[in-house]
């Protein structure tokens, strides 16, 4: 289990981009910007990426590209068993 933030600490946003990622992965891999979760979420691109960022660090998501560039990241949801 991922040390760091539990699922039920996370805020809500989080929870809500967590389950939209999960729910554009299943379809296979597919590349996301910052810029498309910030127009999807209605929020700043910074708020995106702090977002994300959060989801990595607590061990939700994994970025399979981590150099990115202009299309985004491909991520791909991480299961967790409580």
């Known amino acids: 289990m991922p040390t760091g933030i ?3 600490d996370m805020h809500i946003r989080d929870e809500r981009v967590l389950q939209w990622i999960k729910d554009e992965t299943t379809r296979g891999r597919v590349k996301i910007s910052h810029q498309t979760i910030a127009d999807q979420f209605g929020c700043h ?3 995106a ?6 989801l990595v660090a607590a061990g939700h998501l994994r970025i399979e590209n981590p150099k990115g ?3 985004g990241f491909i991520y791909r949801a991480l299961r967790h068993t409580a």
């Open 6 to 8: 539990a699922i039920t």
């Open 45 to 47: 691109i910074n708020t």
């Open 49 to 54: 990426q702090r977002i994300v960022a959060r």
């Open 69 to 71: 560039g202009r299309g």
